[in-house]
């Protein structure tokens, strides 16, 4: 396997020089993409799957009704948090399911796909799949590549050290051990994604795609979700429910997305990538066959996904195999690890880019001159 070897970048940062991959860190790779492509089409494993998916949903339904009956049962007890988590992990299931339908996998036709992942995403989990799908796109065609992606962008988490280097005092205080607080603060990011789903969709952007619907589905889905909760429960308890709901709802989603291509190499702005290097090098495979297939909704064959965004999840496994092939062929690092063992990966490389902060207590003079 190749060894990786990233190329710095001009910018210094005090003590810190960010490095980034770039076309000569990653040659080109010519025909590698034609070709994997074709044996996969040859293969039929961009066929649809909608019997999968039945099956699939039919068990989310059933599940959907168990917790609502032990919702009904259990009445006037704590142990109604027990019912709230299930339905943040229900909820994550319905929105692996809609980011495939916004990927075209489950049916024939673009617009039914359409259709059905705006009625799961904003009608069932309650987020805006215009939004997700303005941001995903983007994701999707420059994966990792600083400028481009929105996955890497400046958040309450620092992904490039040349923006840890940049945080204010207090938010150093965070920056600094941000691979540690990586997961407890995904207890926040369900309700990030309904806000910024929200903030989308009231935005004064024109090219808002399905604002109406969304908003009268998000809304419906509110009153049919809070309505029982406030009436069935006392204030305190319903409160807690809807905030243990959302934790596991955001812990969820973002232990499945995390692991995808957080510490993998990061591409310079400017870097030209063959598509085949571009997604392989940056996008990382999770272990575990079938059970991490329905764990994480097929985003453990991450570069499998990658290659084929419109393939279904039920042939990502079988794609695996060709992939890997032409990567040996072709000397092309393929990265797949073990789910705990990425967890480690992650919280290593936040870590390692917090370092970057300004450390509050540091002496800006000081500094100045450490780093001539």
């Known amino acids: 396997m190749a060894t990786v070897t990233a190329v710095a970048s001009q910018a210094r940062l005090g003590p810190i020089r960010q490095t980034y991959a770039s076309a000569e860190t990653f040659p080109p790779v010519a025909r590698a993409y034609t070709e994997v492509s074709q044996v996969v089409r040859e293969t039929g494993l961009l066929r649809r799957a909608e019997w999968f998916y039945a099956l699939v949903g039919v068990a989310i339904l059933l599940a959907f009704g168990g917790v609502i009956t032990g919702f009904i049962l259990l009445g006037d007890t704590w142990y109604q ?38 009625i799961l995403a904003a009608g069932i989990v309650g987020i805006s799949l ?93 009153a049919l979700y809070l309505t029982p909760i406030f009436l069935l429960l ?59 297939t329905a764990l994480m909704g097929g985003l453990n064959y991450q570069v499998e996904h990658h290659l084929f965004p419109s393939m279904a999840r039920p042939y990502l496994s079988q794609a695996r195999s060709i992939v890997m092939e032409q990567c040996r062929t072709r000397g092309v690092p393929y990265t797949e690890t073990g789910l705990l063992q990425s967890y480690g990966i992650v919280i290593a490389y936040l870590n390692r880019v917090g370092l970057a902060a300004r450390d509050p207590f540091d002496c800006p003079m000081v500094n100045r001159f450490r780093s001539v």
Do not use: C
Not at 243 to 264: I, T
């Open 234 to 292: 006392p204030i305190g308890m319903a409160f807690a429910f809807i905030g243990v709901q959302l934790a596991v709802f955001g812990v969820y989603m973002g232990a499945s997305f995390a692991p995808n291509h957080k510490g993998m190499p990061i591409i310079a702005p400017d870097a030209k990538l063959d598509f085949f290097s571009k997604q392989v090098r940056t996008s990382r495979n999770i272990r575990g066959g079938w059970w991490a």
């Open 130 to 222: 215009s939004w997700w799908n303005a941001k995903h796109n983007r994701h999707h065609a420059n994966p990792n590549r600083v400028g481009k992606d929105p996955d890497i962008e400046v958040d309450t988490i620092r992904f490039l050290e040349e923006d840890a280097a940049k945080v204010n005092r207090l938010g150093a205080l965070i920056t600094r051990k941000q691979g540690w607080l990586f997961f407890p603060l995904l207890t926040l990011e369900g309700l990030n994604l309904h806000f910024q789903g929200l903030k989308h969709l009231l935005s004064r952007d024109d090219e808002v795609k399905g604002r109406w619907v969304e908003l009268s589905l998000i809304a419906l889905r509110f």
């Open 81 to 118: 948090l027990l019912m709230a988590g299930a339905l943040g992990i229900l909820f994550t299931q319905v929105a692996f399911l809609a980011h495939e339908a916004a990927h075209r996998q489950i049916l024939a036709s673009g617009p039914a796909n359409d259709r059905l992942g705006r």
